[in-house]
Protein backbone atom coordinates (compact mmCIF):
# COMPACT_ATOMS: atom_id res chain seq x y z
CA UNK A 1 0.00 0.00 0.00
CA UNK A 2 0.88 3.37 -1.03
CA UNK A 3 -0.28 7.10 0.47
CA UNK A 4 0.28 10.37 -1.34
CA UNK A 5 0.90 13.40 -0.26
CA UNK A 6 1.26 16.78 -2.55
CA UNK A 7 2.56 20.09 -1.57
CA UNK A 8 4.31 22.93 -3.53
CA UNK A 9 0.93 24.04 -4.93
CA UNK A 10 0.03 28.12 -5.00
CA UNK A 11 -0.04 31.04 -7.33
CA UNK A 12 1.89 32.22 -9.79
CA UNK A 13 2.02 34.98 -12.30
CA UNK A 14 2.59 33.60 -16.38
CA UNK A 15 6.29 32.40 -17.48
CA UNK A 16 6.71 31.77 -13.51
CA UNK A 17 7.79 28.73 -11.97
CA UNK A 18 6.39 25.90 -9.25
CA UNK A 19 7.69 22.46 -8.37
CA UNK A 20 5.37 20.29 -6.65
CA UNK A 21 6.18 17.09 -4.70
CA UNK A 22 4.36 14.26 -3.75
CA UNK A 23 5.72 12.15 -0.59
CA UNK A 24 4.92 8.80 -0.35
CA UNK A 25 4.82 6.08 2.84
CA UNK A 26 4.94 2.87 2.68
CA UNK A 27 7.51 0.54 1.85
CA UNK A 28 6.79 -0.36 -2.01
CA UNK A 29 7.31 3.47 -3.41
CA UNK A 30 10.60 2.56 -5.23
CA UNK A 31 8.32 -0.50 -7.06
CA UNK A 32 5.46 2.00 -8.76
CA UNK A 33 6.09 4.32 -11.45
CA UNK A 34 5.20 7.70 -10.33
CA UNK A 35 2.34 9.93 -12.39
CA UNK A 36 1.20 13.42 -12.37
CA UNK A 37 -2.24 14.40 -13.64
CA UNK A 38 -4.56 17.49 -13.63
CA UNK A 39 -7.64 18.38 -13.67
CA UNK A 40 -9.24 21.82 -14.39
CA UNK A 41 -12.57 23.20 -13.72
CA UNK A 42 -14.94 21.34 -15.93
CA UNK A 43 -12.48 19.38 -17.77
CA UNK A 44 -11.57 15.77 -17.35
CA UNK A 45 -8.31 14.79 -15.77
CA UNK A 46 -5.14 14.80 -17.96
CA UNK A 47 -2.37 12.66 -17.95
CA UNK A 48 1.05 15.54 -17.42
CA UNK A 49 3.92 13.13 -16.91
CA UNK A 50 4.93 9.95 -15.63
CA UNK A 51 8.59 8.27 -14.22
CA UNK A 52 9.61 4.78 -14.15
CA UNK A 53 10.74 3.02 -11.09
CA UNK A 54 14.35 3.89 -11.72
CA UNK A 55 13.81 7.27 -12.56
CA UNK A 56 15.49 6.83 -16.08
CA UNK A 57 13.00 7.27 -18.23
CA UNK A 58 10.04 9.59 -18.70
CA UNK A 59 7.15 10.55 -20.36
CA UNK A 60 5.26 13.91 -21.11
CA UNK A 61 2.21 14.84 -22.52
CA UNK A 62 2.78 17.58 -25.43
CA UNK A 63 1.01 20.49 -23.84
CA UNK A 64 3.76 20.02 -21.15
CA UNK A 65 7.05 18.85 -22.71
CA UNK A 66 9.82 20.98 -22.97
CA UNK A 67 8.19 22.88 -19.83
CA UNK A 68 7.91 20.36 -17.01
CA UNK A 69 10.20 18.05 -16.05
CA UNK A 70 9.39 14.89 -13.62
CA UNK A 71 11.84 13.40 -11.16
CA UNK A 72 12.20 11.15 -8.21
CA UNK A 73 14.28 10.48 -5.06
CA UNK A 74 13.69 6.28 -3.93
CA UNK A 75 15.58 7.46 -0.87
CA UNK A 76 13.32 10.13 0.16
CA UNK A 77 10.14 8.06 -1.09
CA UNK A 78 9.57 11.84 -3.12
CA UNK A 79 8.59 12.41 -6.64
CA UNK A 80 8.71 15.77 -8.27
CA UNK A 81 6.87 18.21 -10.83
CA UNK A 82 8.97 20.96 -11.75
CA UNK A 83 6.94 23.70 -13.88
CA UNK A 84 8.82 26.25 -15.59
CA UNK A 85 7.12 29.20 -18.38
CA UNK A 86 3.70 28.38 -16.70
CA UNK A 87 1.11 29.39 -18.42
CA UNK A 88 -2.61 30.72 -17.25
CA UNK A 89 -3.74 26.86 -19.24
CA UNK A 90 -1.84 25.15 -17.14
CA UNK A 91 -4.30 25.96 -13.94
CA UNK A 92 -5.71 22.60 -11.76
CA UNK A 93 -5.70 20.69 -9.71
CA UNK A 94 -2.46 18.56 -9.93
CA UNK A 95 -2.22 14.76 -8.41
CA UNK A 96 0.57 12.35 -8.08
CA UNK A 97 -0.25 8.76 -8.43
CA UNK A 98 1.30 5.32 -7.99
CA UNK A 99 1.04 2.49 -10.48
CA UNK A 100 2.87 -1.01 -10.70
CA UNK A 101 2.86 -0.29 -14.78
CA UNK A 102 3.51 2.35 -17.49
CA UNK A 103 -0.05 4.27 -18.01
CA UNK A 104 -1.18 7.08 -19.50
CA UNK A 105 -4.76 6.64 -18.12
CA UNK A 106 -5.80 7.54 -14.79
CA UNK A 107 -7.89 4.12 -14.08
CA UNK A 108 -4.18 2.22 -14.31
CA UNK A 109 -3.27 3.78 -11.04
CA UNK A 110 -4.37 2.38 -7.39
CA UNK A 111 -3.28 5.10 -5.20
CA UNK A 112 -3.61 8.85 -5.60
CA UNK A 113 -3.06 12.00 -3.43
CA UNK A 114 -5.46 14.65 -2.39
CA UNK A 115 -4.25 17.05 -4.81
CA UNK A 116 -2.51 20.80 -4.94
CA UNK A 117 -3.86 23.92 -6.86
CA UNK A 118 -2.07 25.66 -9.12
CA UNK A 119 -3.06 28.88 -10.35
CA UNK A 120 -1.57 30.51 -13.22
CA UNK A 121 -2.66 33.95 -13.43
CA UNK A 122 -1.66 37.69 -13.48
Known amino acids: QVQLAESGGGLVQPGGSLRLSCAAS????????IGWFRQAPGKEREFVAA????????YYSDSVKGRFTISRDNAKSTAYLQMLSLKPEDTAVYYC???????????????WGQGAQVTVSS
Open 97 to 111: AASSIYSRRGQEYNY
Open 51 to 58: ISYSGITT
Open 26 to 33: GRTFSSNY
